[in-house]
């Protein structure tokens, strides 16, 4: 694979060849496509791989459930990748979809693909074993760029967890120097509530001014209250520059468990030997749709990213060590995406805190293939799962306890989102006047950077002078994004913009997206959205279920070109359609800001 003039010669004599990319890289697929040339026709999947997805995601959870059940007693097992169930940290759920893809494709008459390129040993192997059963044969040109990219993927792990270990001796040594220079807070006995949050940089002012992106208005709605708050920060960002946050955190008037206050050697040593733990884990499973996945099992245990893990026994064994000092908060707010860190918290808040109350809080819009947000039935029996989960709608709470009813689940106060019930007074004709698009861009830079090549070969199809205004994810900034798509290959019509998304909003006629949740945000605000299926990825599409014509979902160029110009020189009739279709989905999915939608933050702390 990869050495694309042998291909040519085994192909020579035929006209046309169907070929498949089964592989997350975007452009390495269009680099293929070009040096194959003319005579190899691509099948495009973006469609069939978005409805396979949709097909086989209940059957898959359960699968997985299944490997839990096996495997679970070792509480190492649930740090890891394979069962976590993040499409980012694991290809278990693409691999799948990709098989059942080649299946589908083998059955339609005229879309049998002679050549495959892919970019794993793993769904090689499997995609041979599918073939056998089936007497179809398989000639394996090369494994040049499925073992390059395995050889690489180790040299990564062995980089990264050095890194790792060096990044938190530095934050030690930040914690040290800080907990001598300021009067340490300790963690009260009497604290009521313990907050799991993440903190950025720009999360803490110079004087240790706390404002919480994720939880906005908790901190003082709880104070209100009279419970004293305790923060469990989760850093993000810093890369071993520690020593401002922790001077903030350590003059901040808000309390923070620190994890190096209460770990020792032995915590550390623990964690960090996770890699050698996990990996003397063999895994055997059943077949998944008929499918053996056991090679891909083997891969994914193999090249697995350990640092999540080691997060998660840290994690793990603060709050261990919490229990021991003897904290006992009654309740414990957890911003609960469900990764391997988050069951880590919530396992050993359970041991530590047996009469604590744990809220798993999901104050975001639910991607249905983004697996691991959903708690599954194998992770609330093996008490993986928080007591109560808050949604920030009842439509929410249904969908997040798709694998699982066994969770009950209460509506809140939507407190990120409270800006999506501000009365807009923006005149509506004239934005639309203005002729700008937004593309919203995921946090996964690589995602970015695919929409933008995407938008970029139909810029010239799009009707009128328009704008494209840029607003990227704050996990990077605007030259990390312009390093990624080639600064010379930076279209002139791309301008970043830098302010506000509700400031965005208001001057644009149409929002563009591939998996940013704002897209929901636009769409309550009346603006219509337009989604970008990836090519080669899950699709991360929030509104996929809405079902209105203030979204449109593509898949190609041309229809992302066609629905762009949908929405171009909108009349005011459906611009007014548009806002109160807009006022019917804010409703759906967010719950206002109230004392009565902020109770069920307080739970049982009344009793």
Known sequence: IGKCEKIKQIFKRKNEILWLYLGKDFFRMRKMELELGSQFRRIDIARLHNEVANDIRQEHVQWIDRLNRDYGKNLDWWFGAICSRNVYSSNLFQYSCYLEMIDRLWKTPGERPELIIIESIGIAKAICKWANKRDISVNIISYYLARTLSLKWYLISFLQWVDFVIDHLFRWVAAYVSRKKYKVKHTQHRTAVIVDTYVHDYSLSGNGNFKDRYFPYLHEYLSEKGFEVAIHPVLFGFKYNYFSIYNRMRKSNSQFILQEDFLR??????????????????????????????????????????????????????????????IKPKMVINWYENQVIDRALIVGARQSFSQAR????????????FLSLFPSQSEVEGQMAPHLLLETSQYQCQIACSFTRDIPCKPVAAL???????EDTTNYNGRRKLKSILVLLSFNIAEAVELLEIL???????????????????????????????VRNWPSRYEI??????????????????????????????????FLGRQTGLNHNILSNLNMDIVTECFTTIELIEGINKYLDLPSAKISEYRNMGKKVRDLFFTPINEKTMEPFLDNLNN
């Open 265 to 326: 050697a032995l915590d550390y040593l623990i964690a960090i030997s996770f890699p050698l733990r996990i990996l003397a884990q063999k895994i055997k499973s059943d077949t998944f749709r008929s499918f053996d996945l056991s090679d891909i099992l083997e891969e994914e245990q193999r090249q697995q990213s350990f640092i999540p893990g080691i997060q998660a026994v840290l994690i793990y064994r603060l709050f261990l060590r919490l229990g021991e000092v003897g």
């Open 358 to 369: 744990i809220l798993g809080v999901q104050g975001f819009i639910h991607s249905p293939n």
């Open 416 to 422: 990120r989102y409270s800006h999506v019930f501000d």
């Open 456 to 486: 970029k070969a139909g810029l010239n199809q799009i009707r009128g002078d328009i704008n494209i205004l840029i607003k990227g994810h704050p996990d990077y900034d605007s030259k990390d994004l312009a390093r990624a798509f080639g």
């Open 497 to 530: 913009f830098h302010g506000s998304l509700q400031d965005a909003l208001r001057q644009v006629s149409l929002v563009l997206s591939s998996g940013s949740s704002s897209m929901i945000e636009a769409v309550s605000k009346g603006v219509p959205v337009v």
